[in-house]
């Protein structure tokens, strides 16, 4: 049969003076048995039970190449496959701070982040339960080429 060894340092001074370990310090003439380490054992049989397994199924994260108009996909939140997205595309403060760049530098066209999709936010909701699924900021596809 197994057994598991553990390690108990507890009580070891009374079992040191019982085998007369011992180090004579200068300052101690009766012994100094703190610094002397010293250990018992005590065997635990193991069981030869098969060992308890656990599944944990896991799902990984799909990404999908959200882009500024409707996408086809399954839905992260409800489920349902083949769903097409419902897109809100709207500026935020990355597209107002761009309009003020712009007017900074050339005022006549400071209107033209204000305009393009690429210079704004677009979220995509799941048409079925009306989540929010994705979410492309601005800028992030403006000098993208697809291979």
């Not at 310090?25 to 018992?40: C, E, F, R, V």
């Not at 066209?109 to 339960?129: G, M, Q």
Request: net charge positive.
């Amino acid at each position: 049969s197994h057994y598991l060894l553990f390690f108990n340092k507890n009580n070891c001074t009374n079992r040191k003076k019982e085998m007369g370990i011992f180090s004579k310090s200068s300052d101690n003439a009766q012994g100094n048995y703190d610094n002397i380490p010293i250990a018992t054992a005590v065997a635990v049989p193991i069981s030869h039970a098969a060992p308890m397994v656990q599944e944990v199924a896991t799902t990984l994260p799909v990404t999908f190449d959200l882009g500024r108009n409707p996408v086809q996909m399954n839905c992260p939140m409800c489920k349902k496959q083949n769903v097409t997205t419902r897109t809100k595309t709207y500026p935020n403060w990355m597209t107002w701070a761009a309009a003020a760049g712009m007017a900074l530098i050339f005022w006549p066209v400071f209107w033209i982040p204000l305009v393009i999709d690429p210079a704004k936010k677009t979220e995509h909701y799941c048409s079925n339960c009306h989540e929010n699924v994705g979410t492309v900021q601005p800028f992030s596809d403006c000098c993208v080429t697809k291979r």
